[in-house]
């Protein structure tokens, strides 16, 4: 089942669409579930991270597609985002978010069907792990190959990702319980758990990350640290 959003202030472009959505899945074996949104902001407001792909309208009076869509990479980099738009120079803008592709309405289905067509044959969206929290901020996926590392921020973890930081009300046993499924996470200090594919070098007892960052490797841990990075980076030879 694929979860799919439309964000568009005209109720009979979105039932339109929703007709061929519907016509597209029937033809191809699919299962679609849509959830409508008339402004960017009430988007944002109900937000799901587990969305797949998104329909999202570039002119909308409230909060338009390219300041929602701005703030959907913030908490989400990897849901599929369509951008529908009446208008052509507005088109480039939207690759500045990532965006799949774009559709000009009024949408063919022809059009359509090529452009979905070629978004599923190379989605992978599924199959990628992730973790989905929410904060004070916002709603937050990450994917777990995007998050660099956690550390213990009070009775919470901060976890940095993607160039920004953000908390998850979790303690750091229950974190380091969920990471430590993950090949590529090691504890390297009671309030630290990073991500090995970051790790850029050692100097003496701080590990140096791609980012910039120093962590702290306690004593206690090293030996067992330097045996899990050292069979991480042997099996990526």
Not at 76 to 104: I, R
Not at 171 to 183: C, N, R
Request: hydrophobic content about 35%; glycine content about 6%; charged content about 30%.
């Amino acid at each position: 089942m694929f979860k799919i959003g439309i964000c568009d202030d005209e109720d009979m472009f979105i039932n339109v669409l929703k007709e061929n959505l519907e016509r597209y899945a029937k033809e191809t074996n699919q299962e679609f579930s849509f959830f409508v949104y008339h402004d960017g902001s009430e988007l944002l407001h109900e937000y799901q991270t587990d969305f797949d792909l998104i329909f999202m309208d570039i002119k909308m009076e409230k909060l338009n597609g390219l300041k929602t869509a701005e703030e959907i990479r913030r908490m989400d980099s990897t849901v599929g985002l369509v951008f529908l738009t009446s208008l052509k120079q507005y088109v480039w803008k939207g690759y500045e978010y990532n965006a799949v592709n774009y559709l000009l309405k009024p949408i063919k289905y022809g059009i359509l069907k090529m452009e979905l067509d070629r978004y599923f044959e190379r989605y992978q969206g599924k199959n990628e792990p992730y973790i989905s929290f929410a904060n004070a901020n916002g709603k937050y996926k990450v994917l777990y190959k995007n998050l660099c590392y956690a550390e213990t921020d009070k009775r919470n973890v901060m976890l940095h990702f993607e160039g920004q930081k953000q908390i998850i009300y979790k303690s750091m046993k229950e974190i380091s319980t969920l990471l430590e499924k993950q090949p590529q996470f090691a504890r390297c200090h009671q309030s630290f758990m990073v991500n090995l594919s970051f790790v850029k070098g050692i100097e003496g007892l701080e590990l140096i990350l791609t980012t910039g960052d120093r962590l702290p490797i306690s004593q206690p841990k090293r030996k067992e640290f330097m045996i899990k990075m050292t069979d991480y980076w042997g099996d990526m030879l």
